[in-house]
């Protein structure tokens, strides 16, 4: 099982990104897939995360309303759309699958990306 995530980088602040999460290895149809963000000195934390079906959505109260995660079955993508970009958002953003347990803990995710870095300037 592989998750592969791209689509980070350095943008000002206000910017947007788009950070694309491709899975291989196996179905995903049950699984909900997730994305955490980390910064220096930081704890991993959630982000959002949408069940495959992608009948539902769950966000950070920190990010809510400017990002907003997306997917593409055909693709076996998910996406994360990341706008009104601020400093504080400046982490490494990692994709995850899980396939049960609260969708908010990083420890019910048992397949992780390597992670993709998103640098907001001021």
């Known amino acids: 099982v592989q998750l592969q995530a791209s689509g980070g980088g350095l943008v000002q602040a206000g910017g947007s990104l788009r950070l694309s999460c491709a899975a291989s290895?196996?179905?995903?149809?049950?699984?909900?897939m997730g994305w955490f963000r980390q910064a220096p000195g930081k704890e991993r934390e959630f982000v959002a995360a949408?069940?495959?079906?992608?009948?539902?959505?769950y966000y950070a109260d920190s990010v809510r309303g400017r990002f907003t995660i997306s997917r593409d079955g055909a693709k076996n993508t998910v996406y994360l759309r990341v706008n009104s970009l601020k400093p504080e958002d400046t982490a490494v953003y990692y994709c995850?699958?899980?396939?049960?347990?609260?969708?908010?803990?990083?420890?019910?995710?048992?397949?992780w990306g390597q992670g993709t870095q998103v640098t907001v300037s001021s």
């Open positions: 949408i069940i495959w079906s992608g009948d539902l959505k």
């Open positions: 290895g196996r179905t995903f149809s049950t699984y909900t």
């Open positions: 995850a699958a899980r396939s049960d347990g609260s969708y908010y803990r990083r420890d019910n995710y048992s397949y």
